[in-house]
């Protein structure tokens, strides 16, 4: 995948993942577009190595992605706090 279509499609799941999870997280714009990667290239090897493909492979880069919104925005709220 080019850089740009990773960075964009990046920013979609990044932002989509924010979206399914509940509350405010302190996440800025950066971060969710880093989210979204990783959630995508994570999708990518699951699916790859499960045999995956098609929409299934979309499901799981969002699931990784929500896991790693949950996860970061929780760690920014507990070092917020300190």
Do not use: N, Y
Not at 23 to 52: E, M, N, R, S
């Amino acid at each position: 995948m080019e850089l740009c279509t990773l960075l964009i499609v990046g920013a979609l799941i990044g932002a989509f993942a924010r979206l399914i999870v509940p509350g405010w997280q302190p996440i800025g714009f950066i971060v969710t577009v880093l989210i979204g990667v990783l959630g995508i290239v994570g999708g990518d090897f699951i699916a790859d190595k499960a045999d995956l493909d098609g929409f299934v492979h979309w499901l799981v880069a969002i699931g990784i992605s929500v896991i790693l919104v949950f996860i970061v925005a929780g760690a920014m709220r507990f070092s917020s706090r300190r």
